[in-house]
């Protein structure tokens, strides 16, 4: 993508595509480049025109470096504010049909929340439950742990592992603050139930 010929004006401010259903992996599609000679405050907005939550991998640089790098789940739009003069953008469908999305770009700064989620499955092999390993996204902030069975909750416990691998703390499923449990340095969450359940783990980024 070329770069913007002068200031702090993108390439490219809007672009949308349909994303194929999901096929049992996500599969992450280019949804913006967008490149400018000097940074600025980006407010990007994704949308989706179908109401069918998907998810984003949202690149971005103030310099000429890699920059950082963050992913969302949207469940129908959301709102992120970055300082910027590159951007990338991918997005992938996280429902059964086909999902026509899109992005809009504006030069402005708001504080913004976001959130990313992931799901699995606790299985039980022999006599035991198999925990679940969660690694924490980037600009994590809390995590909130739900099961599929709501009556598992009193039996779940939420391991925090810390970047040595030491065991930090330990969270009742049913005793977690509502506003989920506070991230700090933590590297890893373990999840695990008395029986085997679906669940969904919910991090509120600072993004």
């Known amino acids: ?9 993108l390439s490219t401010r809007s672009d949308g595509r349909d994303l194929p259903a999901w096929s049992g992996e996500l599969k992450m599609l280019s949804l913006l480049d967008a490149d400018a000679a ?7 907005e994704v949308f989706s025109r179908s109401d069918l939550p998907f998810e984003l991998h949202l690149a971005w640089s103030a310099g000429s470096g890699a920059g950082a790098e963050a992913r969302v789940t949207v469940a129908r739009s959301a709102r992120v504010c970055v300082y ?5 953008i991918r997005a992938g ?3 059964d049909a086909i999902n026509r999305v899109g992005v809009t770009v504006a030069d402005a700064y708001a504080v913004t929340e976001n959130q990313w989620e992931t799901t699995g499955e606790l299985e039980q092999q022999v006599a035991a439950i198999v925990p679940a ?30 970047g040595l691998a ?22 890893t969450l373990e999840i695990t ?12 980024l600072s993004l």
């Open 38 to 44: 000097a940074a600025d405050w980006r407010i990007v």
């Open 84 to 88: 910027a003069r590159g951007l990338r």
């Open 1 to 9: 993508m070329a770069t913007a010929s002068c200031g702090t004006d």
């Open 93 to 95: 469908n996280l429902a």
């Open 133 to 162: 390993d969660v690694l924490i996204p980037p600009f994590a902030r809390r995590v909130r742990v739900e099961m599929a069975d709501p009556t598992q909750l009193p039996t779940t416990t939420i391991k925090v592992y810390d």
């Open 193 to 204: 139930a008395g029986e085997a359940s679906a669940w969904r783990a919910v991090f509120t």
């Open 166 to 187: 030491v065991l930090r703390s330990t969270v009742p499923g049913d005793q977690q603050p509502a506003e989920g449990v506070p991230v700090g340095g933590a590297r």
